[in-house]
């Protein structure tokens, strides 16, 4: 089954982040999430996704964070995207601010479709010139392109 990242995009949960700690960037994830219609339960949402964080940082590095969770009460998988420009506080594995937060989401039972859009991501995020481009990136759209591979 070919994956294709627009599937779960939305512009509606592109943004540009300016909060400085992760809390506040989560609860930015966690509002537009939200308000696009994707997670009824905000509250629950936040507890697992924190849960998650607690275990290991998501901060994997290279100034890229992918918070994800999984949830019964999420009945597909999405992406929400933050651009940050200066950089956000994220206790990240090498310990340098974060630029780039991608969170995934989706059912609780559906292992195999979670990993293939992470290797999906992190195929678009190992490119170290993809990186640059999405923290120059001035619009929503632009972001957008540079996920909308095929």
Not at 30 to 48: L, M, N, P, T, Y
Not at 64 to 79: E, G, N, Q, T
Not at 121 to 150: G, S
Request: charged letters at 25%; a positive charge.
């Amino acid at each position: 089954m070919e994956i294709h990242l627009s599937d779960y995009l939305s512009l509606n949960r592109i943004l540009f982040s300016s909060s400085i700690t992760k809390g506040d960037v989560m609860d930015e994830l966690i509002k537009v999430s939200r308000d696009d219609g994707r997670v009824e339960d905000a509250h629950r949402f936040k507890h697992a996704l924190l849960k998650r964080e607690s275990i290991m940082s998501t901060g994997i590095g290279y100034g890229v964070a992918i918070p994800h969770v999984k949830l019964a009460m999420i009945k597909k998988f999405f992406i929400t995207i933050f651009v940050h420009k200066k950089g956000a506080n994220w206790d990240s594995l090498d310990n340098k601010p974060v630029h780039i937060i991608l969170l995934i989401a989706g059912p609780e039972n559906q292992q195999e479709k979670y990993l293939r859009i992470l290797a999906k991501l992190v195929f678009v995020i190992k490119n170290p010139e993809n990186r640059k481009k999405l923290i120059a990136c001035n619009t929503k759209y632009e972001i957008y392109k540079i996920f909308n591979i095929e």
